[in-house]
């Protein structure tokens, strides 16, 4: 009898356990922990991480879990990578379910860069006004730089930056461009910093920049060893040998 794992955070892992549920087929919904107030999901959820590849191993063998399907954040290279390495061991099969990357339109002015790193070090060397929009972990070494003014837009509150240093919005996806224009007019962007996580639900602030002509600075995802990959719900649950229920992917 199957028993899955899905390993979520983003829209596509909740569109997976509605899909499941519905379905009928046993699974387990794993979050990370980063927000303080994750979505409510139809399936049983545990919170947290497991303990690296070995409390993964262990939790796999103790659950009984027949498949996995790594459906978190683009950016969350260690989980995936965790993930790989344990079901690597136990033979078990994976999936990743992973929206595509954002793609340049006509009109956009996107620089790419490898990492946060490089994200930092491309901002111009005057005072600029930036909409960094790389989640609540990696913000600190922004504000160090102490050059910048940076509007953040994050899912819990807690996060304070003194007002000359910029400004905190707490909203959850998914998010439109008549509010991102607005957000970005409100407060002056002169850039925009993001990871190119694709999906429709925050590629708002993009095409709002593309409307307004601000330059974004995009960092790419880290690289992952190949894996087999689907970018739908449907295609997740043929994998699955289940019957897909249609959803409406988002993408947060």
């Given at each position: 009898?199957?028993?899955?794992l899905l390993l979520g955070g983003t829209t596509e892992a909740s569109d997976m356990a509605q899909a499941l549920a519905r379905a009928g087929v046993p699974a387990v919904f794993s979050y990370a922990g980063r927000t303080e107030a994750p979505l409510e999901q139809p399936l049983p959820t545990r919170v947290g991480g497991f303990g690296g590849v070995p409390g993964l191993c262990s939790y796999?063998?103790?659950?009984?879990?027949?498949?996995?399907?790594?459906a978190t954040h683009p950016f969350a290279a260690q989980m995936s990578q965790h993930a790989l390495q344990a079901c690597g061991e136990l033979g078990l099969p994976l999936l990743?379910?992973?929206?595509?990357?954002?793609?340049?339109q006509s009109g956009d002015r996107w620089q790419h860069v490898p990492d946060l790193a490089a994200a930092l070090a491309a901002l111009p060397s005057h005072p600029a006004r930036v909409f960094l929009a790389i989640g609540r972990q990696h913000v600190q070494?922004?504000?160090?730089?102490?050059?910048?003014?940076?509007?953040l837009r994050l899912v819990d509150p807690g996060f304070d930056v003194p007002t000359?240093?910029?400004?905190?919005?707490?909203?959850?996806?998914?998010?439109?461009?008549?509010n991102d224009l607005a957000l970005l007019r409100q407060h002056r962007i002169s850039h925009v910093v993001a990871k190119?996580?694709?999906?429709?639900?925050?590629?708002?602030?993009?095409?709002?920049?593309r409307e307004l002509g601000y330059p974004v600075i995009l960092v790419?995802?880290?690289?992952?060893?190949?894996?087999?990959?689907?970018?739908t719900v449907q295609q997740a649950m043929q994998w699955l040998g289940a019957t897909a229920v249609h959803e409406a992917e988002r993408g947060v």
């Amino acid at each position: 009898m199957q028993r899955v794992l899905l390993l979520g955070g983003t829209t596509e892992a909740s569109d997976m356990a509605q899909a499941l549920a519905r379905a009928g087929v046993p699974a387990v919904f794993s979050y990370a922990g980063r927000t303080e107030a994750p979505l409510e999901q139809p399936l049983p959820t545990r919170v947290g991480g497991f303990g690296g590849v070995p409390g993964l191993c262990s939790y796999l063998v103790a659950e009984r879990i027949t498949h996995v399907i790594d459906a978190t954040h683009p950016f969350a290279a260690q989980m995936s990578q965790h993930a790989l390495q344990a079901c690597g061991e136990l033979g078990l099969p994976l999936l990743a379910l992973e929206r595509p990357p954002w793609q340049a339109q006509s009109g956009d002015r996107w620089q790419h860069v490898p990492d946060l790193a490089a994200a930092l070090a491309a901002l111009p060397s005057h005072p600029a006004r930036v909409f960094l929009a790389i989640g609540r972990q990696h913000v600190q070494a922004f504000l160090d730089a102490d050059l910048h003014w940076y509007l953040l837009r994050l899912v819990d509150p807690g996060f304070d930056v003194p007002t000359t240093r910029g400004a905190v919005v707490i909203d959850r996806g998914p998010f439109t461009l008549e509010n991102d224009l607005a957000l970005l007019r409100q407060h002056r962007i002169s850039h925009v910093v993001a990871k190119n996580a694709g999906g429709v639900g925050a590629a708002a602030k993009l095409a709002a920049a593309r409307e307004l002509g601000y330059p974004v600075i995009l960092v790419n995802r880290p690289a992952l060893p190949h894996r087999h990959t689907v970018g739908t719900v449907q295609q997740a649950m043929q994998w699955l040998g289940a019957t897909a229920v249609h959803e409406a992917e988002r993408g947060v």
